[in-house]
């Protein structure tokens, strides 16, 4: 049963019956009430946005579909892998069985399946060809994201002890370093299951014979910097740091998705590296907005900074003395149907800056297209 919170006096977000009904609330039914109302902000948003014409065929549906399926095949594939072993998955599901905060497991097909679908998307407005090596690694990449994500927003204690060695485990900075990278910890299945994705992804991206070595070590390195920084972005520690953190964390991984792909090709003629980074960076936040917005009410429950709460925090001066007061006014300022006509704007908006950006770019735009059109579905669908 959700815990039920003391009522702090505030006054109500909006004003009205409404507001104030929703404001005497137990914490524990305004987020019910607040579940409610966000499903249907996000419906209005989904609707909105499907009017946006696209090329990508309409077939999100059918594609996003697949996602798991694809992604579970590799991941058995994967699991054969000698940095895996076909016992780590199962290790870790086990573990998940009995304890909740690693159900993360149960979307690792989805995230492979989305990796390797970003990772042809890239190479098929690039190259106009596809190396399903690369793909792979991008697959890599998306579900030792999504371990790392787990981990730190579910158990962050766990990993704490091994947040260093991980970081050289997966940025390897000097030439010299063992391949290999650290051993991986033993003392729980779940960190143990992190080095070893890592080092997979590692070993898969130096058999694409990848020769950008020198922006794809930085770019990592800040995607895990994002990440880790982001463990500590609870109500308790107050919102006095840079929304820029809560952007990165999905900006940078996607950026290293990209680099991967990029594989021994180097950038084809024509397109500037800053150019498309500047589309990716949108498209990343353009993600960012549509997960956020999904998991806002989810987010307040556990008391968790994201973009929206941040942004709301920041615009409506949310003073607070105990996390619960800040829980209490973020979940009550839903009620307003001005919240909800700001929110799908800011959506709208963040699809038209991806839109701009992608204008500019001398590539093909179907293949973007579909990948927009994917995401919209996969969050809101």
């Known amino acids: 049963m959700p815990e039920r919170l003391p009522v702090p006096a505030l006054d109500p977000p909006g004003g009205g019956p409404e507001a104030i009904r929703w404001a005497r ?6 987020a019910d009430l607040a579940d409610v109302v966000l499903a249907d902000i996000v419906g209005r948003l989904h609707t909105r946005l499907r009017e946006v014409p696209l090329v990508g065929g309409g ?8 996602f798991s399926e694809n992604g579970l095949a590799l991941l058995f594939t994967l699991g054969g892998e000698p940095e895996l072993g076909s ?3 199962e290790r870790c599901r086990h573990v998940a069985e009995g304890d909740a905060r690693f159900s993360f497991i149960y979307s690792l097909p989805r995230s492979a399946g989305f990796g390797a679908a970003l990772g042809d998307t890239i190479q098929a407005a690039l190259f106009g060809e596809i190396l399903p090596s690369c793909s792979q690694v991008a697959a890599l990449l998306n579900v030792f994201m999504t371990v790392l994500d787990g981990l730190v927003d579910n158990v962050p204690a766990l990993l704490g002890p091994h947040r260093d060695a991980l970081v050289t485990a997966v940025c390897g900075d000097a030439p010299q370093a063992d391949p290999a990278g650290p051993q991986p910890p033993d003392d729980h299945p779940f960190n143990t299951l992190c080095f070893l994705v890592a080092a997979l992804w590692r070993r898969k991206w130096r058999e694409t014979g990848g020769t950008n070595g020198e922006a794809v070590t930085p770019a ?3 995607a895990l910097f994002a990440e880790l920084a982001d463990a500590g972005a609870g109500f308790a520690g107050g919102g006095d740091f840079s929304e820029e953190i809560l952007y990165d964390r999905c900006r940078w991984p996607v950026w290293v998705q990209v680099l991967a792909c990029l594989g021994p090709r180097g950038w084809p003629p024509g397109v500037a590296p800053a150019a498309f980074q ?7 936040d353009y993600t960012t907005y549509l997960d956020d917005l999904c998991d806002f009410v989810y987010d307040c429950r556990i008391r968790h900074w994201n ?5 709301w925090w920041r615009r409506y001066q949310l003073s ?3 996390p619960d007061q800040l829980q209490r006014k973020l979940l009550a300022r839903l009620a307003g149907e001005e919240t909800a006509v700001d929110l799908i704007q800011l959506g709208l908006e963040r699809r038209a800056a991806v839109s701009e950006a992608m204008a500019s770019l001398p590539v093909p735009k179907e293949p973007l297209e579909r990948l927009l059109e994917d995401l919209t579905h996969a969050y809101l669908g």
């Open 278 to 284: 500047r589309f990716v960076f949108r498209v990343a």
């Open 25 to 30: 609330c137990p914490v524990s039914q305004l």
């Open 87 to 89: 016992d780590c998955l």
């Open 307 to 311: 973009s929206i709460s941040h942004a």
């Open 320 to 322: 607070y003395d105990r």
């Open 220 to 222: 990592i390195r800040s």
């Open 59 to 66: 077939s999100a549906g059918e594609r996003v579909g697949r």
